[in-house]
């Protein structure tokens, strides 16, 4: 759910100059980083057709209608329930794409991309990371954390960036940043998220985390789905 933050005489020209600027924004900044995740985990299993759906599919997640009123895509407003219920429906998207005749992969390449932006995007969206950093008693690499730590997953600390309108749009035209941040609160997505490196070494961790997730979500489907079924899937029949 949206949190409104009344602002005094607010024209609407500004906020579609926001939302252009945060369209902008997640177009070049965040999706090279969903492609380069998804590549490294998934690039020696599907063909470079099935693939080129499957970051699309991901990717496409953030088009501006995607950013708001769609907390299950992102994780975002503490939604864990939606997101992984939104996560089982397009994992059995895939299954049934299989399961049934005639259907193109390329549904089940879709919506395979639409499950990884989410499962992906928990890491950057969350707490996640500042908690099992908070439970290493020495330092950690990166390349340590373990992305479904039970404790954590269940923990009542987890929680996710909150989107407070207008605010969280303001955050994305950088001159102004600074002064967004002196009043966005402290659970919003503007100080919670791990969208990129700008935001510290945390993003590393997150980032690891996301491949290692993404790897665990072929994994599922290759013990859901037959040989002959994987082969599809992978287009590599």
Same mark, same amino acid.
């Given at each position: 759910?949206?949190?409104?933050?009344?602002?005094?005489?607010?024209?609407?020209i500004? #906020?579609?100059?926001?939302?252009?600027?945060l369209?902008?924004y997640?177009?070049?900044?965040?999706?090279?980083?969903?492609?380069?995740?998804?590549?490294e985990?998934l690039?020696?299993?599907?063909? +470079?057709?099935?693939?080129?759906?499957?970051?699309?599919?991901?990717i496409?997640?953030?088009? #501006?209608?995607?950013? =708001?009123?769609h907390?299950?895509?992102h994780?975002?407003?503490?939604?864990?329930?939606?997101?992984?219920r939104? &996560?089982n429906?397009?994992?059995?998207?895939?299954l049934?794409?299989?399961?049934?005749?005639?259907?193109?992969?390329?549904?089940?390449?879709?919506?395979?991309?639409?499950?990884?932006?989410?499962?992906?995007?928990?890491?950057?969206?969350?707490?996640y990371?500042?908690l099992?950093?908070?439970?290493?008693?020495?330092?950690?690499?990166?390349g +340590?954390?373990?992305?479904?730590?039970?404790?954590? #997953?269940?923990?009542p600390?987890?929680?996710?960036?909150?989107v407070?309108?207008p605010?969280d749009?303001?955050?994305?035209?950088?001159?102004?940043?600074?002064?967004v &941040?002196?009043?966005?609160?402290?659970?919003?997505?503007?100080?919670?998220?791990?969208?990129?490196?700008e935001q510290? =070494?945390?993003?590393?961790?997150?980032i690891r985390?996301?491949?290692?997730?993404?790897?665990? +979500?072929?994994?599922?489907?290759?013990?859901? #789905?037959?040989?002959?079924? &994987?082969?599809?899937f &992978?287009?590599?029949?």
């Amino acid at each position: 759910m949206l949190r409104i933050v009344p602002v005094i005489n607010f024209p609407v020209i500004f #906020l579609v100059i926001i939302s252009c600027t945060l369209y902008g924004y997640n177009l070049i900044m965040k999706r090279e980083y969903h492609i380069e995740m998804t590549r490294e985990a998934l690039g020696e299993h599907f063909s +470079e057709r099935a693939l080129q759906v499957i970051i699309k599919a991901n990717i496409n997640q953030d088009r #501006l209608a995607g950013m =708001f009123f769609h907390d299950e895509f992102h994780f975002d407003n503490n939604a864990f329930d939606k997101g992984y219920r939104y &996560m089982n429906e397009q994992r059995g998207y895939v299954l049934a794409t299989f399961i049934g005749t005639g259907v193109s992969p390329i549904v089940a390449w879709q919506a395979f991309g639409r499950l990884l932006h989410s499962a992906q995007d928990f890491y950057a969206h969350s707490n996640y990371v500042t908690l099992w950093l908070d439970e290493q008693t020495a330092s950690s690499s990166s390349g +340590e954390i373990e992305p479904l730590k039970k404790d954590i #997953l269940q923990s009542p600390k987890l929680h996710s960036g909150k989107v407070y309108f207008p605010l969280d749009l303001m955050y994305y035209i950088l001159p102004i940043r600074p002064l967004v &941040m002196k009043v966005l609160p402290k659970d919003s997505h503007g100080w919670m998220n791990l969208d990129s490196p700008e935001q510290g =070494f945390k993003f590393d961790y997150a980032i690891r985390a996301a491949v290692k997730r993404t790897k665990h +979500e072929f994994e599922i489907l290759q013990k859901l #789905l037959t040989p002959e079924m &994987m082969a599809k899937f &992978m287009d590599k029949q």
